[in-house]
Nanobody, 115 residues
Framework: VQLVESGGDMVQPGGSLRLSCAASGFTFSIFRMGWFRQAPGKERVFVARIQGSGDSTYYADSVKGRFTISRDNAKNAVYLQMTSLKPEDTAVYYC?????????WGQGTQVTVSS
């Protein structure tokens, strides 16, 4: 299993970013995918998840209405569209999949929201 995140950057408050996660090594379309984030000095927390078919999503309250998770099963990719970014969104963002009780993570991509 391999997960590779990309798209992180430094943006101003109110800006937007789109994160991508390229997945390989498993049957992508049948697994729920998630995004988590970890701010400096804090634990990793849930951001959003999407079912294998893409027809069901769930968000943390802190990002609801601002972030959108999506996936392209033909490309084995999951995305996180982030809008109205706030300084408190600053974190390393990780892609996640759980397979047979094993949690897999990518290397993370840094998002910094600062003026």
């Amino acid at each position: 299993v391999q997960l590779v995140e990309s798209g992180g950057d430094m943006v101003q408050p109110g800006g937007s970013l789109r994160l991508s996660c390229a997945a390989s090594g498993f049957t992508f379309s049948i697994f729920r995918m998630g995004w988590f984030r970890q701010a400096p000095g804090k634990e990793r927390v849930f951001v959003a998840r999407i079912q294998g078919s893409g027809d069901s999503t769930y968000y943390a309250d802190s990002v609801k209405g601002r972030f959108t998770i999506s996936r392209d099963n033909a490309k084995n990719a999951v995305y996180l569209q982030m809008t109205s970014l706030k300084p408190e969104d600053t974190a390393v963002y990780y892609c996640n999949v759980n397979i047979t009780d094993i949690r897999y993570w990518g290397q993370g991509t840094q998002v910094t929201v600062s003026s």
